[in-house]
């Protein structure tokens, strides 16, 4: 997959090119070998169903398989909280659980169990792979990336994001790019408080949108048909005035032409779509098979 689209909050990027070039150059190779148009279903979303998407999931198994596979790792930090506001100002800062938990109880409140977890982290790098719903992303920049940056677990965090492009082609509702730097730019420099990098990625070539199906195209063929019909008619019609019609005929061969034109056109999208869905289903037929 291509990773053309880099944003760097509080100079995340050039920390990283000065003191982790050979991890951030890992995590790009990763990504670039990714080819995620091997990875398609059949949606099951309620707008989408039916259609050709790729399939976030499977992608995110392979950023794991790839990331393990160099050294990174899941980490997952197990923490107490209390609903009273002093007791937290208190604790926030304490990374000891145990700890945390003598001073909430010796106040007499109840110690409440949680936790906050990153997908990949390495040499205090933490990575997440983001293809979830749009709020995910906030949440993964104002609370997973500065909780672990605020406890001296990470210098700096990388967020993974699907590309406008890319998100069309998913389920509904998945956080995209182009939308979230403009999110954290227009909340100033200082927020979040982590040093940051996203990246928005997308595939090499990308499949036809889900808005570009069968039933859409035949419609379309349809309307261009019945303008070709149209524009034919009103040349019958125009046909007993010579004058008339001779004023008439650059401006229907014109339309025709172009009519003709959009036809063969959309007659060509159809047939890519077709052969398109024929080459998905046995993609998406071999990973069933190999589930199996």
Not at 93 to 99: A, G, L, M, Q, Y
Not at 112 to 130: G, H
Not at 205 to 231: Q, Y
Not at 278 to 287: M, R, S
Request: with cysteine; aromatic share 8%; hydrophobic share 35%.
């Amino acid at each position: 997959m291509k990773h053309d689209y880099i944003y760097s909050h509080l100079n995340g990027l050039e920390f990283l090119i000065v003191h982790k070039e050979a991890q951030w150059q890992e995590l790009l190779s990763a990504i670039k070998s990714i080819d995620a148009n091997r990875f398609l279903k059949y949606s099951n979303d309620k707008t989408k169903k039916g259609e050709v998407l790729y399939s976030q999931s499977d992608i995110n198994d392979e950023f794991e398989r790839l990331l393990y596979a160099c050294g990174w790792r899941e980490k997952k930090t197990p923490y107490v909280v209390s609903g009273d506001v002093a007791t937290s100002k208190e604790i926030v800062k304490i990374k000891d659980i145990n700890r945390q938990k003598e001073i909430i109880e010796s106040k007499g409140l109840d110690p409440l169990p949680t936790y906050n977890q990153v997908d990949f982290v390495k040499d205090r790098i933490a990575v997440e792979v983001q293809f979830g719903k749009y709020f995910s992303v906030a949440y993964d920049l104002h609370v997973k990336h500065t909780f672990f940056f605020s406890l001296d677990d990470i210098d700096v965090g990388i967020e993974i994001i699907p590309t406008h492009a890319f998100m069309k082609r998913m389920d509904t509702g998945v956080a995209w790019y182009e939308n979230e730097i403009t999110n954290v730019i227009r909340e100033g420099r200082s927020n979040p408080s982590v040093p940051i990098v996203m990246i928005g990625i997308e595939p090499e070539s990308l499949i036809p949108e889900p808005n570009a199906g069968l039933k859409k195209l035949l419609e379309r063929k349809k309307e261009v048909a019945e303008k070709m019909r149209a524009i034919a008619d009103e040349a019958v019609k125009q046909s007993g005035s010579v004058p008339s019609i001779k004023g008439r005929i650059p401006n229907l061969i014109q339309e025709a032409e172009k009519a003709e034109a959009e036809y063969r056109e959309t007659q060509k999208k159809y047939e890519d779509l077709e052969a398109f869905k024929k080459k998905a289903a046995e993609i998406i037929g071999n990973a069933a098979e190999k589930a199996e």
